[in-house]
């Protein structure tokens, strides 16, 4: 699917750019930040929740998808914009990242993976015809390619051969995709800290002509600085004209540090993550309301910030909320760390149009108390 990916602005000091695509269920701006949905939901939040926080795109999960419900059942009920009743964007992973997160539970062959399920234990197995056509079940705006993500350290060896499969496997996927006028399907370069490999993955999947690129295999365990080298070393290989995408980051700081690098794209289950621990980002750092010190506070989450949350609720209140186990406060702090992305990226976006974007990322720094080489944030 062509989605017309146009820059509408660069950073005059950066490779940072704002840019725009089109898909069968709006124009995305971007740089822009991907709540998680990972079982067809963003966790706590309805999708009017999402609409008025301003989330432009949101992600499925492949894999747990596929096993629940099912994706013929996603498939019969219209896709999965008709069967979570969301209908702006929807990108979805391809299960790739499962053969990360469960690496205990599987075995990796060329023909795929075989995985025990993460609960029942059931046997069951996943390649890049198969990834992609529950993908096509799914009725996604954006898919992405199977690979594998390998972990944190590898060594040069066995990041050699996974790269090599992972081209392979982007062919497949390419093959066996079969509504290539409605659903873009992405690439994924891998490659660890290893910049020749990185080089040699984007290299050949540019060959192959995605619709996107994305850049896995980040934010699993490596430093901030391996993490920005890599970066530095690859967007600049990926097509100008195409989405670039770095997969499982949602850090502020790792966001504009990324967005400087020119990555238009980003996801992380973070936001609704650690609301679910009582944890917030505001822009004055992190908090976590459930400590005494916000017993007696009733002042906003963030005074800088006009989501529901901070509008309507005081720290106080969320602290009483999460002490006493009660649900809503898993809630309204997943709407206030979602918005907190979504906005960021917006004020990105507009710091880049206006020249300044050096000027915002220093000032987003200096307001949490901390500087570039803090691994956290």
């Keep these: 699917?062509?989605?017309?990916?146009?820059?509408?602005?660069?950073?005059?000091?950066?490779?940072?750019?704002?840019?725009?695509?089109?898909?069968?269920?709006?124009?995305?701006?971007?740089?822009?930040?991907?709540?998680?949905?990972?079982?067809?939901?963003?966790?706590?939040?309805?999708?009017?929740?999402?609409?008025?926080?301003?989330?432009?795109?949101?992600?499925?999960?492949?894999?747990?998808?596929?096993?629940?419900?099912?994706?013929?059942?996603?498939?019969?009920?219209?896709?999965?914009?008709?069967?979570?009743?969301?209908?702006?964007?929807?990108?979805?992973?391809?299960?790739?990242?499962?053969?990360?997160?469960?690496?205990?539970?599987?075995?990796?062959?060329?023909?795929?993976?075989?995985?025990?399920?993460?609960?029942?234990?059931?046997?069951?197995?996943?390649?890049p015809e198969i990834a992609t056509k529950i993908q096509n079940d799914l009725g996604s705006d954006i898919m992405m390619a199977f690979d594998e993500c390998p972990p944190y350290p590898a060594t040069y060896e066995y990041m050699k051969n996974s790269v090599e499969r992972t081209i392979r496997w982007a062919k497949r996927c390419k093959d066996a995709h079969e509504n290539e006028d409605t659903q873009a399907l992405f690439g994924i370069v891998q490659g660890g800290e290893y910049l020749d490999l990185r080089k040699h993955c984007a290299e050949e999947l540019v060959k192959l002509d995605f619709d996107g690129y994305s850049i896995g295999g980040l934010s699993v365990g490596e430093p901030k600085e391996i993490q920005n080298e890599v970066l530095t070393h690859t967007t600049p290989l990926l097509p100008e004209d195409k989405p670039r995408y770095l997969m499982g980051v949602g850090s502020p700081g790792m966001i504009l540090d990324a967005v400087e690098r020119g990555v238009d794209m980003f996801d992380c289950v973070l936001p609704t993550r650690i609301a679910r621990h009582g944890s917030a980002m505001t822009t004055r750092g992190r908090v976590i309301i459930k400590n005494k010190e916000f017993e007696r506070d009733f002042s906003p989450l963030d005074e800088n910030c006009d989501c529901y949350t901070c509008k309507n609720y005081t720290r106080a209140y969320l602290r009483h909320l999460f002490k006493a186990d009660e649900i809503l406060g898993y809630k309204l702090l997943s709407i206030h760390n979602v918005s907190f992305l979504v906005n960021l990226t917006t004020n990105i976006r507009l710091a880049i149009k206006e020249d300044r974007f050096l000027e915002y990322k220093e000032k987003v720094y200096r307001d949490y108390g901390l500087n570039e080489k803090d691994k956290d944030f």
Excluded at 32 to 60: N, R
Excluded at 65 to 94: C, Y
């Design 1 to 127: 699917m062509d989605l017309k990916f146009k820059i509408l602005k660069k950073d005059k000091d950066t490779l940072a750019r704002v840019g725009e695509f089109r898909t069968p269920h709006g124009v995305v701006e971007t740089p822009v930040f991907m709540a998680v949905g990972t079982q067809a939901t963003v966790k706590t939040l309805t999708k009017e929740d999402l609409e008025t926080i301003g989330s432009q795109v949101i992600l499925g999960n492949t894999y747990h998808l596929w096993n629940q419900p099912g994706n013929e059942i996603v498939k019969a009920a219209g896709g999965l914009h008709k069967f979570m009743n969301w209908d702006r964007t929807i990108l979805t992973d391809s299960g790739g990242f499962q053969v990360f997160s469960l690496a205990k539970l599987r075995d990796i062959k060329e023909e795929g993976v075989t995985f025990k399920h993460h609960k029942s234990g059931k046997k069951l197995f996943l390649s």
